[in-house]
């Protein structure tokens, strides 16, 4: 059984089709990147796994559920975490209150007025367990704000992580780093696929980069899949070559 | 975290010592305890408000309703002082739960739009309804009667009450200050920080907007009873949006972001009515206008703000 099907999925903004009839499988335990050129549809598909907008039409199906109608606080639950292609964070607390919020929920205490010593402990442990995941253990009691943008991100992700997914959605993770960033970052989506087997689905804008590191990948190209499956595949399909040659020559 | 707790410390035990040094800088116990009952509502509210992150325009509604409700349990049901202070606390923030959904969906300005419009309802219920609320004259003819402790018989006059104000001011603000720790307190510091990102990591908005807005009107019903057993007497003014206007105004002052920092607006806000309406009757309230847009344009983060950024700084 698959953990994320899209069946002929289709988004529709007023007059343009963002999305046409993209179907898309991904097995448990992938690292699946989804490329493509600006405004191919790529953050779009992401907002309609994750429940930011619905579909028009088509389905959704993720861990044996239809989840199309499902609001998007709930299908964290069912185990769809993201992060954002501009980085979504909680800029004016400390990195360590921003892994928080998660594992707070997470642990299904979020509406708890007065915690028990013994939860505050089991909280505060996982939290810096999570840091630790993620190489930021020394930064933890600094503002989010003041942190460098590739650190920032990966906060982000860390909050993310801090809910456990089943599949984790990063929208373009190395948007705006420099290289050194951008090799932190590829060596903690690494990590977490191989050592905890995470499944992934992230995008990005790197050929190399994803080349180089995804199992299966998925090309969008105005809102329609081009092609899809090994990097070897799609690397020698025509239709890929042609549009990426096209795009760099023009 | 030390600085916190003598901070802390300060506070009490000047609040706990007023008596003692508030008449020596030319201040009354009544005004003391119209600081505490307001900055109570403002700190209420500022949970919403700075803690949340939603514009509320409408607290005013659940003060004035703890007062009515105080007002008339006291004039119909009971002479317990204490027992009508809970009735009106039950009454405002009962009446905040009910509504919660109404508001909790909205955002930004159209949050306070909603929260005036409900405030308006009860401005004017208060206003029409003169065999049950006393009309436009408000409710007068009860007062609070004294506490009966078991072992004595204290009547609140404007030292005692100042204390009994005290006792709730202090239960009002440890049950703030303890959400704040807590984790309920940090998703509402999260749906204020970035809802996007809250809604991402699982947690349902709205429910945490509902929970707020009913916790800041419990808290906002006691302030509002207390306020009524202070005068003895309720009006319709105290649901005016004016009044919640002057709540804002407060936490805003103060600094929003800071615990104390309504308070702080408050202390500002009741000693500059108190003072400046001696003088200029039909003005003073220019002068709060002014300070306010002072504060906002150059301290948005209130007064406790530049304090905070001054000691940082040092
Ligand atoms: N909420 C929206 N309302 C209207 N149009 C939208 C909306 N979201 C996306 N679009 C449009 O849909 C198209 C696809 O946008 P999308 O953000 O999915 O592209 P993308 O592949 O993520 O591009 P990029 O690489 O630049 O991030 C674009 O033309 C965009 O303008
Ligand atoms: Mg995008």
Redesign the interface.
Known sequence: MSLLRLTNISRVFGKLVALQNVELEMEEGRLYAVIGPNGAGKTTLFNLI?GFFPATSGEIWFDGRQINRVP???R??LGL??T?QIT??????SVF?NV???V???AR???????GRALIRQ?NQRVEELLETTGLSAQAGRIVSELAHGDQRVV?VT??L??RPKLLLLDEPTAGMGQEETAHMVRLIRDLHVRQQQSILFIEHDMDLVFGIADRITVLNYGKVLATGTPRDVAADPLVQAAYLGEASA | MSRRIYVNGAVWLLLLTAALWLPLIGGYMALASRVLVYALAAMGLNLLLGFTGCMSFGEAAYFGLGGYGTGLFLTHLTHSTVLAVIAGTIVGGLAAFLFGPLVMRRRGIYFAMITVAIGQIFYFIAERWNSFTGGEDGLAGFSRQPLHLGFAIVPLDAVAFYYFVLFFFAIGAGVIALLLHSPLGHTFIAIRENRRRAQFLGIHVERYVWASFAIAGVIAGLAGALNALQNNFISPINLYWVESGNLVIMAVLGGMRSFWGPLVGAIIFVGIQDYVSSYFPNNWETFIGGLFIVAVIFFPNGILGIVRRRMKAA
């Open positions: 994750s998007a606080a709930n964290v639950a975490v993201r954002f979504e964070v909680f800029p004016e607390l209150e928080r919020i998660g707070e929920a997470e205490c979020s509406t708890r007025p007065w915690p909280i982000e909050m993310a801090s809910r």
